[in-house]
């Protein structure tokens, strides 16, 4: 296997770091799937509503695997979270781009859906700005007080990117934030010299968004706005903490030898480490999907248990780390 060929994975390019900023561009092409439990989906993304949302497979894909978005979402219940979160600095670029393959004979056209559509979640008073490519081909940008779209002309079974470029400038309002979003053809292939056919720009002047610490990125996509499947993300700039690589998900120090059961769990969560040490007590901790701490303790034999009757239902995250503080295990459960 070429050295190529290994890091087409999921590539982290660190372009500077230093005491205060952190930019890099990072890929996941959806080519690494292992199972339905472990892939680039999985390992890169928490996805509240598994049942309404967006799979991955092992083909299809411009490289290899895509995304299989669903028919139709419904407000509230329609977007993956990318593990990795935005720094939000004054006149730094944050720019997040995807390709999806474009079918129109899915389109819906009596309902809302969108093609693709990015989501900037701010930290600051729950203001957004978002970005969509909607079933009838507008490219727009939306935020709490603007709301503007360009009409575009797709080619059917080409894949496209879509590139969203998003700048808090301060300005004499102190609120001031240029965005951009561009629509690009990369052919039949996907592989093709990318050609602009459109976008869409704006300066909006919205309080508390450059106020705003850090912006999640949340992703959504349908069939019946013409999306039949998705690849390629790309997220590039100023990078302000990573929820999974915060709890160990994203850095393969998983051990199989330890065993969380049943998953899904409604009360009881048994831990089993058959290789445990009585001489190396462990600490377990237990995340929500913000990376709060909502649950630890310490275990001392190979066999635990921690009661989640309490808990709302849905995903989790156990880290299981030894008496130096190194994590030997994370897993993700589901709370129903």
């Known amino acids: 296997m070429t050295m190529k060929k290994i890091t087409v994975m999921l590539s982290f390019i660190i372009i500077s770091v230093n005491a205060f900023s952190q930019i890099i561009t990072e890929n996941v092409n959806f080519d690494n799937y292992v199972s339905s439990t472990d892939n680039d989906l999985s390992n890169n993304f928490i996805n509240n509503f598994p049942d309404n949302s967006i799979t991955q497979i092992n083909t299809n894909g411009i490289t290899g695997g895509a995304l299989v978005p ?3 979402v419904s407000w509230g219940n329609d977007v993956i979270k990318y593990c990795s979160i935005y720094k939000n600095l004054l006149n730094s670029d944050i720019i997040t781009s995807m ?19 990015f989501f900037m979640e701010g930290n600051s008073n729950g203001h957004n700005i978002r970005f969509y490519l909607n079933r009838d081909m507008s490219l727009s940008i939306t935020s709490y ?3 503007q779209s360009t009409n575009l002309s797709l080619t059917d079974n080409h894949w496209y990117k879509m590139t969203a470029t998003y700048k808090s400038i301060g300005g004499s309002f102190n ?10 053809d990369l052919g039949i292939s996907g592989t093709e010299t990318p050609t602009s056919i459109g976008n869409h720009t704006a300066t909006i ?4 968004l450059v106020n705003s610490t850090e912006y999640t990125l949340e992703i959504s996509g349908t069939k019946w706005g013409g999306s039949e499947y998705l690849d390629n993300l790309i997220f590039n700039g100023e990078k302000n903490r990573s929820i999974c690589s915060t709890l160990g998900v994203a850095d393969n120090k998983i051990t199989s030898n330890i065993e969380l059961y049943p998953n899904p769990v409604s009360d009881i969560l048994i831990i089993n480490i058959p290789e445990f040490s009585v001489n190396n007590s462990l600490k377990l901790e237990i995340f929500n999907t913000i990376g709060k701490v909502v649950n630890s303790k310490t275990i001392k034999k190979i066999t635990s248990e921690i009661n989640l009757t309490s808990f709302s239902n849905g995903i989790y995250f156990v880290k299981i780390t030894d008496n130096k503080g190194t994590v030997i295990s994370t897993k993700k459960i589901i709370k129903k």
């Not at 393959?101 to 899915?106: A, D, G, P, V």
């Not at 609120?175 to 690009?184: G, H, P, T």
């Open 145 to 147: 007080n603007y709301a």
């Open 99 to 117: 390709s999806f393959k474009f079918n129109s004979t899915l389109i819906n056209p009596n309902s809302y859906q969108r093609a693709l559509a």
């Open 70 to 72: 669903p028919n139709n």
């Open 175 to 184: 609120d001031e934030v240029f965005a951009k979003v561009e629509i690009f």
């Open 205 to 208: 002047y919205d309080t508390d």
